[in-house]
T-cell receptor
Framework: DAKTTQPPSMDCAEGRAANLPCNHS???????VYWYRQIHSQGPQYIIH???NNETNEMASLIITEDRKSSTLILPHATLRDTAVYYC???????????FGQGTELSVKP | GAGVSQSPSNKVTEKGKDVELRCDPI?????LYWYRQSLGQGLEFLIY????????KSGLPSDRFSAERTGGSVSTLTIQRTQQEDSAVYLC????????????FGPGTRLLVL
């Protein structure tokens, strides 16, 4: 079973920040938080991952709470092409399978 | 550089037939994964190859499913005596070993069993 819970769907206005929450209250000390997204009819695409500190790359920012029990993926200026299912996954970062939950279906609207 | 490629992109077969799905990982990636995604569902892990270690087959749903990885590169997923419930998108991913690794996914093979 997935170790994360996410809202099933969210809407965001184009140009606004999209903030996608994820709960992972049973995360263990050596597990990372990964975010992937899947645009319709494509394979999943890696976005970002982190352990304890907040992370930022060209796609998004990842904010992890101090107790590591939850995190938020931030797309700073959402575009229509960001419409996708976003998956939050915890993984030990030493190889091994990714366990995908149902994810959050983000709809970016004009 | 080239990403993960999979072939065929689409496959339609009749119930009871065998199918082979191919995955070409990113060059130099030592770990390879197979997942499947049924219509409207999340991704389900099938099998994992890492270097020369024995594969992790814990996700294979039945003994009709098998996979091999030849020469540490290309992998083939074989489904024998296909059933209608095998209809799904079969996704392959590869990764480098070591810290900070991420899985890079191919476009998938869409299998339809009639």
């Amino acid at each position: 079973d997935a170790k994360t819970t996410q809202p099933p769907s969210m809407d965001c206005a184009e140009g606004r920040a999209a903030n996608l929450p994820c709960n992972h209250s049973t995360i263990s000390g050596n597990e990372y938080v990964y975010w992937y997204r899947q645009i319709h009819s494509q394979g999943p695409q890696y976005i970002i991952h982190g352990l304890k500190n907040n992370e930022t790359n060209e796609m998004a920012s990842l904010i992890i709470t101090e107790d590591r029990k939850s995190s938020t993926l931030i797309l700073p200026h959402a575009t229509l092409r960001d419409t996708a299912v976003y998956y939050c996954i915890v993984n030990q970062n030493q190889g091994g399978k990714l366990i995908f939950g149902q994810g959050t279906e983000l709809s970016v609207k004009p | 550089g080239a990403g993960v490629s999979q072939s065929p992109s689409n496959k339609v077969t009749e119930k009871g037939k065998d199918v082979e799905l191919r995955c070409d990982p990113i060059s130099g990636h030592t770990a390879l994964y197979w997942y499947r995604q049924s219509l409207g569902q999340g991704l389900e892990f099938l099998i994992y190859f890492q270097g020369n270690s024995a594969p992790d087959k814990s996700g294979l749903p039945s003994d009709r499913f098998s996979a091999e990885r030849t020469g540490g590169s290309v992998s083939t997923l074989t489904i024998q005596r296909t059933q209608q419930e095998d209809s799904a998108v079969y996704l392959c991913a590869s990764t480098m070993e070591g810290p900070g690794e991420t899985q890079y996914f191919g476009p998938g093979t869409r299998l339809l069993v009639l």
